[in-house]
Structures are given as structure tokens and as C-alpha cells.
T-cell receptor, first 113, second 112 residues
Framework: QQQVKQSPQSLIVQKGGISIINCAYENTAFDYFPWYQQFPGKGPALLIAIRPDVSEKKEGRFTISFNKSAKQFSLHIMDSQPGDSATYFCAASKDNYGQNFVFGPGTRLSVLP | NAGVTQTPKFRVLKTGQSMTLLCAQDMNHEYMYWYRQDPGMGLRLIHYSVGEGTTAKGEVPDGYNVSRLKKQNFLLGLESAAPSQTSVYFC???????????FGNGTRLTVT
């Protein structure tokens, strides 16, 4: 119930391509779904987040798509760049309090020049 | 503006030794958290604090203790380190009212 599944584990994309990372959850009480980006040797940083009252949120090249009925959400990175190479974590929470976050296992993205 | 600072960055301990990880934030945040990050498991919450003088257990608290004597500092202690505590530890803080988590850059701990 508390688990967040994330796929793929790793992803290699050519520069300019679209990167897609998928997450699925079970707990229907979750109402906040953030994505975090982590570079090697750094802590995670919030990239973009969505609440279940909208099906899509876009910020620059990053888009979250949310499917409430399927209990799935995904991150799309358009025009992927080598600088996007990082590990991406999805998370889910019943609110925005850090003690209630459940994180996915992470996806390591490599964008080839 | 340093944000969230963790010390030390790296540490190697022998089984049974003790140590304290320090987290300091300069953003006047009320809430602070300690997570551990292990390959393939994402981030798991160890302990957290919703204000000075308060602490609470997270998902994986066994073998760890914490203290929040000052609002800006959150200490994580290992009284008797075990190899299972080999991990990367992240501290995070946030303000109330829906603000995001701010993470430090982590402490890589190896217990041999």
C-alpha cells in the first residue's frame, strides 16, 4: 500500500530525444506527487510536482502526466540534454510533509551527446 | 546562503563504533528530516523533527538516535554502528505551508 514503483531502473537517450520515466502507486490517499532530480554527490532537488486535481503539469522541458484512475504518473523530459543526466526519483505523499513521503527507487538517466 | 549543510561528507567506522552526523540549516525552517539512501531503495525516513526540542521516528529508526536542541541543527547518532548502516545519509528541511524539501549534499558512511 505504501510502495511507489518506478521504471525503468536506467535509461539511455540521445540528445534531443524524449525521456520518459513511469511511476505507480497503490495508496489512494496520496495527494501530492513530486519528482526529484539528483546529480552525483549532491542531494535530491525538487524538479516538478503535481496534485491529483490536474492531469498534466508542464514546466519548461519537463512535464508530469497524471492518471488518477490508473494510479500512475510519469515524467517526460522533452529535448533531453546531456546536462539532464542524473538520477530521478518520483515520490508520493498524503500531504507535503516530508515524514509522509514514499520515494520510488530511482531512475538513472544518461543523455548521450 | 548555505542552505542545508551536512558534516562530515565521508566517514568510515568499524562495527561497534559510534558517531554523530551534523545537519545545519540557515533558512529558519521548522521541520527537519534524516533519510538514508540505498541502491534500488530510494530514500527512507529515519527520524524527523517538527520543531526545536521535538523528534519522532520515521520508517527505519532502529539503531539511530536524534536530537534537535537548536532550531537550526539536527543531529543523527549511531551508538553502535553495524555494517547494515552503510549508506548515504541525507538531511532535509522545509518550512510549513506546503514548501518543498531542501536537501543537504549527503554523508557517505561505510561501516566495516
Amino acid at each position: 500500500q505504501q510502495q511507489v514503483k518506478q521504471s525503468p531502473q536506467s535509461l539511455i537517450v540521445q540528445k534531443g530525444g524524449i525521456s520518459i520515466i513511469n511511476c505507480a502507486y497503490e495508496n489512494t490517499a496520496f495527494d501530492y506527487f513530486p519528482w526529484y532530480q539528483q546529480f552525483p554527490g549532491k542531494g535530491p532537488a525538487l524538479l516538478i510536482a503535481i496534485r491529483p486535481d490536474v492531469s498534466e503539469k508542464k514546466e519548461g522541458r519537463f512535464t508530469i502526466s497524471f492518471n488518477k484512475s490508473a494510479k500512475q504518473f510519469s515524467l517526460h523530459i522533452m529535448d533531453s540534454q546531456p546536462g539532464d543526466s542524473a538520477t530521478y526519483f518520483c515520490a508520493a505523499s498524503k500531504d507535503n510533509y516530508g515524514q509522509n513521503f514514499v520515494f520510488g527507487p530511482g531512475t538513472r538517466l544518461s543523455v548521450l551527446p | 546562503n548555505a542552505g542545508v549543510t551536512q558534516t562530515p561528507k565521508f566517514r568510515v567506522l568499524k562495527t561497534g563504533q559510534s558517531m554523530t552526523l551534523l545537519c545545519a540549516q540557515d533558512m529558519n525552517h521548522e521541520y527537519m528530516y534524516w533519510y538514508r539512501q540505498d541502491p534500488g531503495m530510494g530514500l527512507r525516513l529515519i527520524h524527523y523533527s517538527v520543531g526545536e526540542g521535538t523528534t519522532a521516528k520515521g520508517e527505519v529508526p532502529d539503531g539511530y538516535n536524534v536530537s534537535r536542541l537548536k532550531k537550526q541543527n539536527f543531529l543523527l547518532g549511531l551508538e553502535s554502528a553495524a555494517p547494515s548502516q552503510t549508506s548515504v545519509y541525507f538531511c532535509a528541511s522545509r518550512a510549513p505551508l506546503g514548501s518543498p524539501l531542501h536537501f543537504g549534499n549527503g554523508t557517505r558512511l561505510t561501516v566495516t
